[in-house]
Structure formats: C-alpha cells, structure tokens
C-alpha cells in the first residue's frame, strides 16, 4: 500500500531527523488534572445514588396462563406444568375468548436494600422509557424491602377483590357485603362518631345490602353536608349523624372499613409474582370478557392499567409511561390510560401504540369492544 505522503514509523519517533519536544511543566500539570478527573468521575459513576430508576416492567396477559405460555409447556425431564389461567371464573358459564388483555408492571431499582449507581442514574434520565425520582418519593423513607413487599401485596389482594365485585356487578350479579367499621380517620367527621366493630346498615334512611349502596348514597351528598349513618353496635341499631369531608370530588366518611363480600360467583385471580392496585381495570375485564359470549377484542391485543373501585371507577396509577412501553414491547396496539393520568401520557406515547382515556369499567369494556369491532376511530384519548 502506497501513501502520498511521509509517515514515521514508531522506531524513527526520536531520531536524530525527529527529535522529541521538550514537555513544559503546564503539559505536566494538565495531564495530571486530566487523569485525577477521570479517576473520580469514574469512583462517582459507581457509587450508591439516592435515587430509583422506574423502568418497563413485565406484562401479562389476564386472559391467558400464569407465566404465558411457557407455563403450559413441559419441563425438559418430561414432567408436565399445569397452566394456571390468571383469571378462572367457577359458578358461571364462560366463554372462548381471543385476543389478549394485558396488566402492564414497572420494574423499581434503588429501594430499600436496592442501591443503584450514580452511571445507572445518569444512563436513564437520557432513555425516554425510564424515570429517575428521590427514592423516598417512591419507596417511602423509613420502609424495608420486606414491608414494601407486604404492602404491594396486600393492595394486590384489595384490587383482585374490588375489580370481582365491579365486573360481576356490571354483569347484573348483586353482591351483597357486611361493612365492618375498623376506625376513623384523624381529624375527620366520623372521630369519636363510629367505633371499631360497628356495622354499617343504612345511609339516610335507605338500606346499605352492597359496598355500592353505599357509595350511591354518598354521591348524593354534597361534601361537607350531614349523613345519618345506621349501624349495629353491639347487637343493637344506632343512628350516628357524621359529616362527610370531601374525597376526590365527592363526599366521604372518613371511615375505614373492612367488607366481608358474599360472591355469587367464585373468581380466582392469580397474577403471580405482581404486587400493587393498578391491574384491577385489566382484572375487571378479563372476568367480563370470560363470562360473555360476545368475542370482545376480536383477536387483537389490548394493553392497559389503572386501578378499580367497586363501583367500577378507574383511578390513577404511577409509572404509565413506563407501562407504556412495556405494552409496546410486548406487542399491544392499543393501551387503555385512566383519565386521571392522562397529563403524563401526552406527548410520551411510544409509536405504533393508540392510547385510550377510560374513567369507569363502562368506559374500558366499550373501548375493547370498539377496538374489537373494528370501530375505534372514535374513542377518546389523551391528547
């Protein structure tokens, strides 16, 4: 190979036709400064930051298996997996259903017990599908791994229970409840009113036999009015007159209850190793898809989240944009977003995923069925 133009060779870089430059104090002192900095920069990149990275966590599909379908495959020595399906409905007809429906997860680094580096930090405040926040914003400052991993998994059973009673509501099922009363909150109309044990009978006058007689009876009230609260207190019924206080735009106890629920239908929910309240909505209408005979989704894959009230309310969950991109990962086209979160979906969706608002189950379950039908170019969505 030919050059058109002198190159030295390593062995002539001293030679006498080349001698070296001298090297000046100021070429010195520079490249000391240089190599200190990259010595710490380096030590910084890996220490312990106070800090969590959320980042998209694994999705499941709430029609299908525990674990997808590697779960009904066999074990290589031959012995066979039974399939666990997610939602199993006992008691009731259901139904062949296609498509998927998808609870979407986040997966949390730098908790308690979970330190992440300063270059962890760093990488994921440039990647769009990650978040970084004070760790105690998420994790709480005082909590263990052991107590976060209790409290997931008990708002994980409150979900379950709440999105049964919404969906087998929304079917026509009554599904009545006892109202058992385990405190007040501080500060609120029901201190010192109600007392532990007691149980709720009647709001106003009319009977409370369901969590949502209940509930309907509040949105009758302005937040801030009088109830007549009938409960039984040690075998006998006793009016308590409490003021409501305002909660999330409607009027609320401020009381704590613990509901005993009679299921006419007997739904087992197991999402596996998935703790948290956000899956109730994908919950909700995977027990209503089952038990319908109509195909809702029409094949196609429907991701989503948000938290389910009993009354079929959707709420706010954390991380949707992270659940965002899992969906898209795991090939889903469209995404059902609670309404009350869709000033974080804005201008974050990830492509090829259609984003739809939903504020109730009513809402969630037209959407499927819209997206199903073909039908969906008219559903509301986040922008």
Known sequence: MTFDHDILAPDDAASPEH????????????????????????????????????????????????????????????????????????????????????LTTISAFGGPGSDVLLGDVLQAWYAPERSVQPAELIFGEESTSEEQERMLQAQMEGSEESATVAALTALGYEVPATLTVIGAAEGSGAEGVVEPDDVVRSIDGEPVVTHQDLLAGLDEVTPGDDVVLGVERDGAEQDLTVTTGDGDGRAALGIYLDPQYRFPVDVTIRPGNIGGSSAGTMFALAIIDKMTKEDELGGEIVAGTGTMSVDGRVGPIGGIRQKMFGAQRDDARWFLAPASNCDEVVGHVPDGLRVVRVATLDDARSAIEAIGAGAADGLPTCS
């Open 19 to 102: 001698p070296a430059a001298p090297v000046s104090g100021r070429s010195v002192t520079l490249g000391i400064s240089l190599l200190v900095t990259a010595l710490l920069a380096a030590v910084l990149l890996v220490l312990p930051a106070p800090y969590a990275i959320r980042a998209p966590g694994p999705t499941q599909d709430t029609l299908g298996v525990q674990g997808g379908e590697a779960a009904a495959e066999d074990e290589p020595d031959g012995e066979s997996v039974t399939a666990v399906p997610v939602v199993a409905v006992d008691g009731a007809p259901t139904f062949d259903t296609t498509g998927q429906l998808r």
